[in-house]
């Protein structure tokens, strides 16, 4: 069974400081893991995905995550907070035999403070 | 190449009607899954179309149902609407040809209220 656990259902963080957004998984097979964004009454848009290629995964507007299996980890970051990241940013798991089902966290709400 | 393609974007509806939501996935893509977003479960996954069939289901009543056609486009229905089923629905597309194209894209969603 996979399971995804993203800790704080609210961040808030100044505009120009560091974002850091915080995702654990769980999985007994090889994990794909994404970020998506959704901004209000709109659907989702893949951020970045990491699929056993490189660690350090890059994705649009600047945001990043780093896949640590020791940890269990896939935390997003982005070095510098815009206003327009003002958004509700989900972490989700599936796996190349059930790609099609993917397992979403519950969700974190990013504020950005002028 | 345009984007998925949910409609409506808004419904109301009644206690006990039913409901059909439509999906064009993008042009080439033939699996197509939904997705119900309530503040309080938050993204579940409901089923799955690939090629007219339904390849994958999850944990919900049989009011839910889809089909898809043969041009990919797909349609879930719900029946006997309960107040808990005011939602958002996402549908999402995938290209399964190549091993790596493993991201679903989403549509806007369809905003259904059970009044």
């Known amino acids: 069974a996979q399971s995804v656990t993203q800790l704080g259902s609210h961040v808030s963080v100044s505009e120009g400081a560091l974002v850091l957004l915080r995702c654990n998984y769980s999985?007994?097979?090889?994990?794909?893991l994404f970020w998506y964004v959704q901004y209000p009454n709109q659907g989702l848009q893949l951020l970045l995905k990491?699929?056993?290629?490189?660690?350090l995964v890059k994705g649009i507007n600047g945001f990043e995550a780093e896949f640590k299996k020791s940890e269990t980890s896939f935390h997003l970051t982005k070095p510098s907070a815009h206003m327009s990241d003002a958004a509700e940013y989900f972490c989700?798991?599936?796996?190349?035999?059930?790609?099609?089902?993917?397992?979403f966290g519950s969700g974190t709400r990013l504020s950005i403070r002028p | 190449k345009a984007g998925v393609t949910q409609t409506p974007r808004y419904l109301i509806k009644t206690r006990g009607q039913q409901v059909t939501l439509s999906c064009s996935p993008i042009?080439?893509?033939?699996?197509v899954s939904w997705y119900q977003q309530t503040p309080g479960q938050g993204l579940q996954f409901l089923f799955e179309?690939?090629?007219?069939?339904?390849?994958n289901k999850g944990n919900f009543p049989g009011r839910f149902s889809g089909r898809q056609f043969s041009n990919s486009r797909s349609e879930m229905n719900v029946s006997t609407l309960e107040l808990g089923d005011s939602a958002l629905y996402l549908c999402?597309?995938?290209?399964?040809?190549?091993?790596?194209?493993?991201?679903?894209?989403f549509g806007q969603g369809t905003r259904l209220t059970v009044v």
């Open positions: 999402a597309s995938r290209d399964e040809r190549g091993a790596m194209n493993t991201e679903a894209f």
């Open positions: 999985s007994s097979v090889p994990p794909y």
């Open positions: 990491y699929t056993s290629a490189a660690t």
């Open positions: 989700a798991v599936t796996s190349y035999s059930s790609a099609s089902k993917i397992i």
């Open positions: 042009s080439g893509h033939r699996s």
């Open positions: 179309y690939f090629s007219e069939t339904q390849r």
